[in-house]
């Protein structure tokens, strides 16, 4: 280990793996750490005996949920954008081969009580119930002006700069009622809360785009890809690229020891140990008595927790049911959005539903998520909107966890963090972080303009 290394990786996570082989690729010299013995860090994927020991100690699973192994549990489940940055990601880095995906069958929304298709398209909206007759025909013409906007040609842009113009002035100008602004914004824009409104309606008009081309691109039920046996094939993915480039990885680290060699934390030696020169800025990892040298450092929250701070938490509930979720259409995999008005929140919570259909769960069973940003200590309560949706459940897991962002100056440390994983059950938030991140690392960006039809998804069944 005692080498020099471009970049030092701490955690498998998904965003930290995903990094680990955009680099490589890139021609970095990059060593990968983890202290756990398994890929993933907090987006895992855990069997059903995992997912007991976790939640239930000791206890053993009952018989009837079938065979533990058949379950791949994502702790941090998220649907890609079949057209979405993801998805370019794994086209670019080729890692597409190393995995299978299959088309989400539906995409809901929760509006006035009741779950509802998501309507992308101006046909679709002719259709929807969410609307009435005079309201379906301002919302088509908003989808078709959407539609038809293209950057480059001005002529689509109806004398509107959305450089300058607000979402909010763009859906005056159609007229729309609360109720549709609230599915627009929440359920195909995919904006987690409404603050969406007051800015450039640009990014908005962008985020409907690539919401209607990925529905099209399967011709399926939503815009929604997912990796046959869960998202934890996707780390794997990612460090096999790097493999394939000359990263190298070690996982099961459990000596591995943070704190800087300028101040410890509260005097306790935690996580994984950074060495910092002088200046404060890191040049190196030591584990076991073996130092690798290195010009940056990438890792998770966890690895560094005196440069990160604490601004929120995600109340989540895991469920195990034996039926797909009330309302949506027998979809064996789905997304529901309830924004947040129509539950009286500060923000969306999130239903994510899978099955066998995608090998996460036996034959006959499904795994539904719940998620929301923690707004009480709470969660059994503050999720029961959620909850209620999905009808009868075997078994329910009742979690809450911090979320981070990064405090440091990575100009000043050569240290890039992660931020915690958001409460949507959709990637684009995430795959954002690691853009930003790969920017500041290299200074280049991502050439996303990729041939998206070498990705290929099955139809839902």
């Not at 001005?154 to 609360?178: F, N």
């Amino acid at each position: 280990m005692n080498e020099e290394y471009d970049v030092i990786v701490l955690g498998t996570g998904l965003k930290e793996c995903i990094l680990s082989g955009l680099l490589s690729v890139d021609g970095h010299k990059v060593l990968h750490m983890d202290r756990n013995d398994y890929y993933g860090g907090a987006s895992s994927s855990l069997s059903l005996n995992q997912l007991w020991k976790r939640f239930r100690g000791d206890d053993k699973p009952p018989e009837s949920l079938g065979s533990s192994k058949e379950y791949n549990v994502d702790m941090i489940p998220k649907f890609m954008m079949a057209n979405g940055a993801l998805v370019r990601v794994l086209i670019h880095t080729n890692v597409t081969k190393y995995l299978n995906f299959k088309a989400v069958d539906g995409s809901f929304v929760y509006n006035k009580s009741k779950i509802h298709k998501v309507p992308a398209t101006d046909v679709e909206a002719l259709k929807s119930p969410l609307m009435g007759l005079f309201e379906k025909r301002r919302a088509r013409k908003l989808f078709i002006y959407v539609q038809d906007y293209e950057d480059n040609d001005p002529k689509s842009h109806e004398g509107l700069d959305l450089t300058k113009v607000t979402a909010r002035d763009l859906i005056q100008k159609y007229g729309l009622e609360d109720n549709t602004v609230d599915f627009i914004g929440h359920a195909v824009a995919l904006h987690r809360d409404d603050s969406y409104l007051d800015e450039p309606g640009l990014d908005f008009v962008k985020r409907m785009k690539l919401y209607a081309e990925s529905l099209a691109r399967f011709e399926g039920g939503s815009p929604y890809i997912y990796p046959l046996y869960g998202l934890g094939e996707l780390p794997q993915a990612f460090a096999r690229l790097s493999a394939v480039y000359g990263g190298t990885y070690m996982l099961n680290k459990p000596e591995c020891k943070y704190f800087s060699t300028l101040k410890r934390i509260n005097n306790v030696v935690m996580g994984l140990q950074v060495e910092f020169d002088e200046n404060g800025k890191a040049i190196g990892v030591t584990s076991e008595g073996e130092t690798a040298k290195c010009k940056k450092v990438v890792c998770d929250p966890s690895y560094m927790p005196d440069k990160v701070q604490k601004v929120g938490r995600v109340a989540r509930a895991i469920c195990i049911m034996s039926h797909p979720i009330p309302n949506t259409s027998d979809s064996h995999s789905a997304q529901v959005i309830l924004p947040q008005k129509q539950l009286g929140r500060k923000s969306d919570m999130y239903l994510f539903c899978c099955s066998y259909t995608h090998n996460v769960a036996p034959q006959g069973k499904y795994v539904a998520f719940v998620s929301a940003e923690a707004e009480t200590d709470q969660p059994e309560v503050e999720l029961k909107p959620g909850i209620d949706l999905l009808g009868s459940v075997d078994e329910t897991f009742f979690d809450i966890y911090d979320v981070y962002k990064p405090t440091n100056k990575e100009d000043d440390d050569n240290c890039f963090i992660s931020t915690s994983y958001d409460a949507s059950t959709h990637f684009e938030s995430t795959v954002q972080d690691v853009l930003a991140m790969y920017h500041k690392i290299t200074g280049k960006e991502v050439d996303l303009t990729v041939d998206l039809s070498s990705a290929s998804a099955a139809a839902g069944e």
